[in-house]
């Protein structure tokens, strides 16, 4: 009876570690909010009459119609993911419930909604 009770109490500790050791990954996962913005987004520029294609990558490099922008992202949080570029210039996405709705292009001085690309 009490190895019954000795096994059951080790397989209960056994579960409880596994448990334990997955909590920090969520916390983690919720931490990093680079998950937010990779993808591939579509937007429209009306100036040019023409779709435009925004991939960006889980090392958050970034390419606009499959052209790589050269430059570094200098903030990255839950609400926004700002990359300066090789000019000087910076590129604003800005993001709510966790999905990115909107870039704002400070060399153009415009701002496009975007979509996820479902392709």
Do not use: C
């Amino acid at each position: 009876m009490f190895r019954n009770v000795f096994d059951r109490s080790q397989s209960l500790l056994q579960r409880l570690q596994q448990f334990k050791f997955k909590l920090p990954a969520k916390a983690a996962q919720k931490n990093d909010p680079t998950a937010i913005y990779v993808g591939t987004w579509l937007f429209y520029d009306i100036k040019q009459a023409r779709h435009h294609q925004l991939k960006i990558s889980p090392q958050l490099t970034i390419s606009i119609d499959d052209h790589p922008l050269a430059g570094t992202v200098t903030t990255l949080t839950a609400h926004q993911l700002l990359f300066l570029d090789q000019y000087g210039y910076e590129l604003q996405i800005t993001a709510a419930y966790e999905r990115p709705f909107e870039i704002y292009d400070e060399a153009d001085h415009r701002t496009y909604p975007i979509q996820q690309n479902k392709h």
